[in-house]
């Protein structure tokens, strides 16, 4: 079964980080009528959620800064309409530290 990874960096101002929030957009590119949706929080509103991750303890962060987090999906072996998610995050800031996996 074949997964999705993601790997992300750098923070582009001074703020808090309570959660990441995974999103994703189809294109569907192809067919005779292009057509494709997005659960980005900028597009127009779909009954598909954003999957939300919350971390133990919220990390303050500063412009600059690097957060570095691996992210994974694959389908669940026993049913593929389900998701098996793995998240870690590592943040070593001015202010914050943090070294966390969640499954």
Known sequence: SRGINAE???CRRDDYIHAIVSYFSV???????RIGFSTSPDA????WK???FYIRDYLTVYAGEEVKWTFS????????????FD???KFEGQ????????T
Do not use: A, I, W
């Open 8 to 10: 992300y960096g750098r």
């Open 27 to 33: 294109d569907c590119s192809k067919s005779h009528k």
């Open 44 to 47: 127009p509103y779909t009954h």
């Open 50 to 52: 954003q999957p939300v």
């Open 73 to 84: 999906v694959r389908p669940y072996p026993r049913n593929r309409r389900d998701m098996d």
């Open 87 to 89: 998240f870690s995050v």
């Open 95 to 102: 202010d914050s530290k943090l070294d966390e996996s969640l």
